[in-house]
């Protein structure tokens, strides 16, 4: 029913991050563990001939991939501006671009 400290999901420990490149950090940490996974049942669906497993995952595939790499971006920008308090603005400005031409992608 309830978590013990510190304790997240699934009784995996939360990970403490400092500022906004250790966050975006732990999202890209993340997001390769579910890229791995992911990948795990990929080829499990591959090895027991499941043709439309294999054929749904193809999609989630694609969205790993191209999560994996906003982070990549996202922790380069950063990298460039600078972490510090003082640099927020600029981190925000570049996560605001960003999403802005993932909707006009998606439009």
Do not use: W
């Amino acid at each position: 029913m309830g978590r013990g400290c510190g304790q997240g999901r699934f009784g995996q420990r939360q990970r403490k991050v400092v500022g906004v490149k250790g966050l975006f950090e732990a999202v890209r940490d993340q997001e390769l563990k579910v890229t791995h996974h992911v990948g795990l049942v990929y080829e499990l669906a591959g090895a027991e001939k499941d043709h439309a497993t294999v054929s749904f995952l193809k999609t989630f595939v694609g969205e790993q991939h191209e999560e994996n790499a906003q982070c990549r971006f996202v922790l380069d920008r950063i990298d460039l501006i600078g972490d510090g308090p003082e640099s927020l603005y600029f981190i925000d400005r570049e996560l605001t671009a960003l999403a802005e031409r993932k909707e006009a992608a998606a439009a």
